[in-house]
T-cell receptor
Framework: GENVEQHPSTLSVQEGDSAVIKCTYS??????FPWYKQELGKGPQLIID?????GEKKDQRIAVTLNKTAKHFSLHITETQPEDSAVYFC???????????FGRGTSLIVHP | DTGVSQNPRHKITKRGQNVTFRCDPI?????LYWYRQTLGQGPEFLTY????????KSRLLSDRFSAERPKGSFSTLEIQRTEQGDSAMYLC???????????FGPGTRLTVL
């Protein structure tokens, strides 16, 4: 089955800095890669996703890049704000399944 | 609020008791998923429904776990004879048609004493 590795497990930045979270996946048939933000006591919230036919996608301060050859994808957050502090999860889903496999999460701390 | 809702939000029970959780998906979403999340981990798939049919179950779903979606709308997840290892956040998600995007509810946090 799919295996998703996520790094780092904790990321601490100063407000205004950029943050990058990286994930690798094992199944070359994976074609959908969502990113979720989870705040304390809440369920995961989708913040951006990318499909395998696209190399990069942006939404305001958030961007995701995908390298299919290397089987890795990354989340980039620019101009970080304290409210960006949360746990971020990447996931990968094969085209033959409705079930994504999640990484273990990255705790992002943005210091004011 | 028209998002996914889950009840109760918190449940504390003693080992050996049965518990039942409810999930109400986004209206008209035909697929409904249950996940379990423990501290420091991402959500782990348990089972999913397309309408009222339970189409896939994870090996994590032991025989003490049962899920239903009788009318293709809300779903229940029951855990019988709870064990301390069942303590976790139980998340429900839903999706529409063939879309990949899943929308999560706030979760039910279970503590087994």
């Amino acid at each position: 089955g799919e295996n998703v590795e996520q790094h780092p497990s904790t990321l601490s930045v100063q407000e205004g800095d950029s943050a990058v979270i990286k994930c690798t996946y094992s199944d070359s048939a994976s074609n959908y890669f969502p990113w979720y933000k989870q705040e304390l006591g809440k369920g995961p919230q989708l913040i951006i996703d990318i499909r395998s036919n696209v190399g990069e996608k942006k939404d305001q301060r958030i961007a995701v890049t995908l390298n299919k050859t290397a089987k890795h994808f990354s989340l980039h957050i620019t101009e970080t704000q304290p409210e960006d502090s949360a746990v971020y999860f990447c996931a990968a889903k094969s085209g033959g399944s409705y079930i994504p496999t999640f990484g273990r999460g990255t705790s992002l701390i943005v210091h004011p | 609020d028209t998002g996914v809702s889950q009840n109760p939000r918190h449940k504390i029970t003693k080992r050996g008791q049965n518990v039942t959780f409810r999930c109400d998906p986004i209206s008209e979403h035909n697929r409904l998923y249950w996940y379990r999340q423990t501290l420091g981990q991402g959500p782990e798939f348990l089972t999913y429904f397309q309408n009222e049919a339970q189409l896939e179950k994870s090996r994590l779903l032991s025989d003490r776990f049962s899920a239903e979606r009788p009318k293709g709308s809300f779903s229940t997840l029951e855990i019988q004879r709870t064990e301390q290892g069942d303590s976790a956040m139980y998340l429900c998600a839903s999706s529409l048609g063939l879309a990949d995007t899943q929308y999560f509810g706030p979760g039910t946090r279970l503590t087994v004493l």
